[in-house]
């Protein structure tokens, strides 16, 4: 069964950082573009960033471009993101998620809290 685990979630003050994990198993992570997506308290769905499947390629959100970054170990099945010059409005629950296609994720974490606030 596929299944994704994310952590690292917690608690950070305006510019701090965190790093988050997800990790993966029951499918072959190689062959997969992997995506972070957040849910902010009463918002709707944003995505964040994504990587192809060899990690060379990575897209951001203008939102957070230049802060976070989008990484994979392949040898460990484990994709990241490390989030640095942390805002409030970063404040969300950040879910990482396989990609069908281009456009469509199948399958989704559960999801871990990041409440960035002074």
């Known amino acids: 069964q596929v299944q994704l685990v994310e952590s690292g979630g917690g608690a950070a003050q305006p510019g701090g950082s965190l790093r988050l994990s997800c990790a993966t198993s029951g499918f072959t992570f190689t062959s997969y573009f992997m995506s972070w997506v957040r849910q902010a308290p009463g918002k709707g769905l944003e995505w964040v960033s994504d990587i192809n499947s060899r990690g060379g390629t990575t897209y951001y959100a203008d939102s957070v471009n230049g802060r976070f970054t989008i990484s994979r170990d392949n040898a460990r099945n484990t994709l990241y993101l490390q989030m640095n010059s942390l805002k409030p409005d970063d404040t969300a629950v950040y879910y990482c998620?396989?990609?069908?296609?281009?456009?469509?994720?199948?399958?989704w974490g559960q999801g871990t809290q990041v409440t960035v606030s002074s």
């Open positions: 998620a396989r990609n069908a296609d281009i456009v469509r994720y199948d399958y």
